[in-house]
């Protein structure tokens, strides 16, 4: 996969809490944590879940998830 974000921090996803329309998702990125809000449907077609890995990618105020 490729991307034009040059910030793309890996890391393990350790929790997960999902909210009516929105999930906060954190990623432990070296002893940080990264928290992102995306919707429930990209939670679910990522497949993600705690204990699996993925990427915070950080554009400018907002930080999506990769996972690849």
Known sequence: MKISARNVLAGKI?????????????IDVNGKIITSA???EAVE???LKVGGEA????K????????S
């Open 38 to 40: 995306i919707t429930n």
């Open 45 to 47: 077609e990522l497949g």
């Open 60 to 67: 400018s105020s907002d930080v999506m998830v990769m996972v």
């Open 14 to 26: 350790v929790d997960i809490k999902k909210g009516a329309t929105t999930s906060h998702v954190q």
């Open 55 to 58: 990427s915070a990618v950080i």
